[in-house]
């Protein structure tokens, strides 16, 4: 493992490496009000072959926090700003939630940078529902900050009898999540209000997984069909009875349909 920060747009974004220097180079971008640790269920199942960039985007885990407002489209110059700064030219993408929508954002805008794409627990719309959902999560952020939006959603992000027992990986999230930047949360929620990539999603050309929840109440089965029907040929892949978080309560059903596509796509002749 090795870290460090780089400069993009006068923000400076912490990395980290994972894996062989020589192996195919898979960029993780995580979810809201979490950090690049949401993977570390996930580093042991794939750094054996590939090279892991695991990063914290802007107003996240130790990226700065600038004051706001943010866009999606920031955060997509944002992550090939980093790409650039560490000399990448292409990566196969991984994303959560949030980080599934600045995936699709890079593989909209910036083809030639994705050769494939997770996009796990995520959309391509913001509904009605989620925008007033992030209205609502902010006042309690301004009214009295992150921990009580925690005890507001945490039985979004996990099952209940998972969120109940509240066990270390639990606490881990938890935690992370209390400690998020009151203003890069603020701004990062009002970006994804403003999440409007559904009718762009021909332009995605790559391969692509979409690995989606089945009890998932923030990104529900019917959002990963619609990300499914917009890109062509993508795979959809549903873990039933989990939701938002399934690759923290769940890697054992959340890794290995990761694991098989990425080893698929990495095989094909480029």
């Given at each position: 493992?090795?870290?460090?920060?780089?400069?993009?747009?006068?923000?400076?974004?912490?990395?980290?490496?994972?894996?062989?220097?020589?192996?195919?180079?898979?960029?993780?971008?995580?979810?809201?009000?979490?950090?690049?640790?949401?993977?570390?269920?996930?580093?042991?199942?794939?750094?054996?072959?590939?090279?892991?960039?695991?990063?914290d985007w802007r107003g996240h885990g130790a990226s700065d926090a600038p004051e706001g407002p943010?866009?999606?489209?920031?955060?997509?110059?944002?992550?090939?700003?980093?790409?650039?700064?560490?000399?990448?030219?292409?990566?196969?993408?991984?994303?959560?939630?949030?980080?599934?929508?600045?995936?699709?954002?890079?593989?909209?805008?910036?083809?030639?940078?994705?050769?494939?794409?997770?996009?796990?627990?995520?959309?391509?719309?913001?509904?009605?529902?989620?925008?007033?959902?992030?209205?609502?999560?902010?006042?309690?952020?301004?009214?009295?900050?992150?921990?009580?939006?925690?005890?507001?959603?945490?039985?979004?992000?996990?099952?209940?009898?998972?969120?109940?027992?509240?066990?270390?990986?639990?606490?881990?999230?938890?935690?992370?999540?209390?400690?998020?930047?009151?203003?890069?949360?603020?701004?990062?929620?009002?970006?994804?209000?403003e999440l409007d990539y559904l009718d762009s999603l021909h332009r995605i050309s790559c391969p692509?997984?979409v690995l989606g929840a089945g009890d998932d109440p923030v990104t529900p089965p019917v959002r990963?069909?619609?990300?499914?029907?917009?890109?062509?040929?993508?795979?959809?892949?549903?873990?039933?009875?989990?939701?938002?978080?399934?690759?923290?309560?769940?890697?054992?059903?959340?890794?290995?349909?990761?694991?098989?596509?990425?080893?698929?796509?990495?095989?094909?002749?480029?």
């Amino acid at each position: 493992m090795t870290e460090g920060r780089v400069e993009v747009g006068g923000n400076r974004f912490f990395y980290r490496w994972e894996g062989p220097a020589d192996g195919p180079v898979v960029m993780m971008a995580h979810a809201m009000g979490t950090s690049h640790r949401i993977w570390d269920h996930q580093v042991p199942a794939l750094a054996d072959r590939y090279r892991l960039l695991l990063y914290d985007w802007r107003g996240h885990g130790a990226s700065d926090a600038p004051e706001g407002p943010y866009s999606l489209d920031g955060f997509v110059a944002d992550a090939v700003g980093v790409m650039d700064a560490l000399g990448i030219e292409q990566v196969i993408w991984i994303g959560i939630s949030t980080g599934g929508m600045i995936g699709q954002g890079v593989a909209i805008a910036h083809p030639g940078r994705v050769r494939a794409a997770a996009l796990c627990n995520t959309m391509a719309r913001a509904t009605p529902w989620y925008r007033q959902w992030v209205v609502e999560r902010q006042a309690v952020v301004r009214a009295s900050g992150m921990a009580p939006v925690w005890d507001m959603t945490h039985k979004l992000w996990f099952s209940d009898a998972y969120a109940d027992a509240a066990g270390p990986d639990y606490a881990a999230v938890r935690e992370a999540f209390t400690a998020t930047d009151i203003t890069g949360y603020l701004a990062g929620t009002s970006a994804v209000a403003e999440l409007d990539y559904l009718d762009s999603l021909h332009r995605i050309s790559c391969p692509v997984l979409v690995l989606g929840a089945g009890d998932d109440p923030v990104t529900p089965p019917v959002r990963a069909e619609e990300l499914r029907d917009g890109i062509a040929d993508a795979e959809l892949a549903m873990l039933p009875g989990l939701r938002h978080f399934s690759n923290v309560e769940a890697p054992k059903a959340f890794n290995p349909p990761l694991r098989a596509f990425l080893d698929r796509v990495t095989s094909r002749r480029r």
